[in-house]
Nanobody, 121 residues
């Protein structure tokens, strides 16, 4: 069994900073690109940022220059550093990891449980 556990969400003031963490655990052989998504009620889940195992990154235009995604492969962990957040960044943030299991090399698309980020003064 594989799971993703997120942490670091909460209330942050506009212009402040917050760091989200997501750790994958279980029978993992390898993880492909890890990503952070977010969703607000009534809207589709959207990609915020992603990072490959080699460190190549991709960001939504709305967060470029403010958010930074990073990854520690040895720990199967991905981070999202949120600087200068805006009220419109308020959402539930989900971690995503497509991977191969170590038991039978089966492909899985795993999601975290979500962590709420509220940007408000």
């Amino acid at each position: 069994q594989v799971q993703l556990v997120e942490s670091g969400g909460g209330l942050v003031q506009p212009g402040g900073s917050l760091r989200l963490s997501c750790a994958a655990s279980g029978s993992i052989f390898s993880i492909y690109a890890m990503g952070w998504y977010r969703q607000v009620p009534g809207k589709q889940r959207e990609l915020v940022a992603s990072i490959t195992s080699g460190g190549n990154t991709n960001y939504a235009d709305s967060v470029k220059g403010r958010f930074t995604i990073s990854r520690v492969n040895a720990k199967n962990t991905v981070y999202l550093q949120m600087n200068s957040p805006k009220p419109e960044d308020t959402a539930v943030y989900y971690c995503n990891a497509p991977l191969l299991t170590s038991v039978d090399y089966r492909y899985l698309e795993v999601w975290g449980q979500g962590t709420l980020v509220t940007v408000s003064s």
